[in-house]
């Protein structure tokens, strides 16, 4: 798939099959991920990949309002160090993660991180230590793309050299 069609068709995927993901799939996506946009190139990134069955479960049963987490083939934990634009850096990085497992046919989902209470749970449970904000968990596997939700038309959003 090539990127354009990767980023037209990539969908937020919330069910998934019971199928595993090749590491070296994993390993390639993690690798487009590292290699995304970052401020003064700082890369403050972390990726944190867990594909054991037991320790996804454990995520999921901390993680409010993200029940498909557990039917996952992989979770991606992002962090970063706090410098420079270390959110922005994470944002660049984990669309590019998504749109590398969309060109592989995997679904993803983005679930946000930042500042949940259960934060201290996730970061023991996957031993990350405390320099590291847990940015965002993405979720990963095979799953049917759901239909494109409404998104508002070019038209409204395009202008040509002023807004108006």
């Not at 019971?18 to 190139?41: F, H, Q, S, W, Y």
């Amino acid at each position: 798939m090539d990127a354009i069609e990767a980023i037209q068709t990539r969908r937020s995927v919330r069910a998934y099959y019971l199928k595993p993901v090749a590491r070296e799939v994993l390993t390639e996506i993690i690798d487009c991920a590292r290699l995304a946009p970052t401020g003064m190139n700082l890369q403050p990134w972390e990726f944190v990949v867990v594909t054991s069955p037991e320790t996804i479960t454990a995520l999921a049963g901390l993680c409010t309002n993200a029940p498909f987490m557990a039917e996952a083939a992989a979770v991606v934990v992002v962090a970063c160090r706090k410098q420079g634009m270390w959110l922005e850096d994470a944002a660049a990085a984990t669309t590019t993660l998504m749109l590398a497992a969309r060109a592989h046919g995997l679904g993803s989902c983005w679930y946000h991180m930042l500042d949940k209470p259960f934060e201290p749970d996730m970061r023991a449970l996957v031993g990350l230590p405390d320099d590291l904000a847990i940015v965002c968990c993405v979720t990963l596997g095979h799953g049917e793309n759901p239909p494109s939700p409404d998104k508002r038309p070019l038209a409204d959003v395009l202008h040509w050299e002023t807004y108006g």
